[in-house]
């Protein structure tokens, strides 16, 4: 009788050993570019300032982050409107023919010279739309330039532009790559003395234009209005800046906007900007 063969037990079943799912590593967050943190944002806040203010600041060249903080945001322009009529006198070729007239425009805000510049440049609706290329090519594409006297005979139409603090500070930082720029910001950087408060009382070396008056909405008077705009170099890196205060007068206002200037350049984080005009 044949023997019986007891077989071999099964082997045990092992489960196959699976090689971890890899995982994606961590994208590194992005630098900010941000040139005020919340931080010093908020620092903004506790001011204390009477009445409305607000500021606005970017790098210089096309195209950059504009950050904008403060209880004011848009109004008139008054005197800054100057700047961008000088950039349309140097595009229509009449810089050598305005030159004493944009002197005196801005470097002491004179209105008579500077209402002869808007003239050379046609009618009002012809130097209206000169100036306003001028804000396009520089960067801001949504300002534009009043034509009318809407304030009466005694104001500028130009003047009562409406210009935000935003959209100014575009045009700040664009004006730099235009053609004839050099000459504008170089009367920019010759303000009087009697005019250098905000930007000009810092320190630090600027180019700009103040503008003020009794209102901030076009044709309208009451409460008061001062605004600067321009470029600054802050530890060798250029801001372009836009600064207003509508406080009571006009030198609670101008005391305010030295206030304010003076907190930007010691809380800019300019780390990252580079140290000219990205045109």
Partial sequence: MAQAVTPPPLP??????HAPKPTAAPR??????????????????RLGLGGRYGLAVSGVGRGQRVQRTGTFASGIAWSTSKV?????????????????DMAQALMASDNAAATRMWQSLGSAEQAAAATDAQLAAAGDTVTHT???????????????TVWSLADQT??????????????VL????????????????????????????PGTEPGA???WLDRQMGLIRVKGKPLAVSIAAADGSHETSTRALTT???WLVSHADVSRLPSRPAC
């Fill in 170 to 183: 575009r045009f700040a930082a664009g004006m730099a790559c235009l053609p004839g720029a050099d000459r």
């Fill in 146 to 160: 009043e034509s009318q006297a809407v304030a009466g005979g005694g104001y500028t139409p130009f003047g009562q």
């Fill in 186 to 213: 170089s009367f920019m950087g010759q303000v009087v003395p009697a005019q250098r408060w905000g930007l000009g009382a810092t320190g630090y070396d600027a180019q700009f234009k103040g503008g003020w008056g």
């Fill in 221 to 223: 008077s009451g409460g």
């Fill in 28 to 45: 590194p967050r992005p630098k900010s570019t941000a040139i005020l943190s919340p931080t010093d944002l908020r620092s903004f806040k």
């Fill in 12 to 17: 045990s079943r092992t489960p196959k050993a």
């Fill in 260 to 262: 304010i200037a003076r």
């Fill in 84 to 100: 961008p009529i000088a950039l349309a006198v140097m595009a229509a070729g009449q810089g050598e023919a305005e030159r004493a």
